[in-house]
């Protein structure tokens, strides 16, 4: 089943999770503060970075409800999981770290300094390596997962926030 996810920005922001199929929910979930969502590799689980309350909600796509919150403090901005679902990865906004965490427990693995100002995240396709927009700093980070490190820092154009 196709599910459709809106994302409304407010002052207050929400997430409401519904069947693609046009029938409105009895009871969606709903999530303060939301700035960024990832989904895992089969589309069954989503990680909502809640960043006016520094928590992750993990939302269960299918019962339609947050199975879990996760107090991470900070400003969770940016998020992505690993291809293979093993890893998620998160931007904090003002501590400008990358925080690995390890799948499904949320256990954290690994802190990474990165660039000022966080944001946008993207696995390599094995998983190996981990691209961070910066946005102040105008580079990407490449980190290293296994080492959990950064080892190189890439010049870029004004205020980079998102990668694919």
Not at 32 to 49: C, D, F, N, Q, R
Not at 108 to 119: F, I, M, N, W
Not at 121 to 146: H, I
Request: charged share 25%; with cysteine; glycine share 10%.
């Amino acid at each position: 089943m196709r599910w459709l996810v809106l994302l409304t920005v407010l002052l207050v922001t929400t997430v409401v999770i519904w069947p693609a199929r046009g029938d409105a929910p009895d009871a969606p979930a709903v999530h303060p503060s939301v700035w960024k969502m990832a989904a895992s590799p089969g589309g069954e689980t989503l990680y909502v970075a809640c960043g006016g309350n520094g928590t992750i909600a993990v939302i269960d796509v299918a019962a339609r409800e947050r199975v879990r919150t996760l107090d991470v403090g900070g400003r969770p901005r940016g998020l992505t999981v690993s291809d293979d679902g093993a890893l998620l990865a998160v931007t904090f906004e003002r501590d400008d770290v990358a925080v690995l965490y390890d799948l499904p427990g949320l256990a954290e693995r690994a802190r990474v300094r990165v660039g000022a100002d966080p944001e946008g995240l993207a696995f390599t396709k094995d998983g190996a390596r981990l691209y961070v927009a910066n946005r102040l700093s105008q580079d990407v980070s490449l980190v290293d997962v296994g080492a959990a490190r950064e080892v190189r820092r890439i010049t870029c154009g004004r205020e980079p926030f998102a990668l694919v």
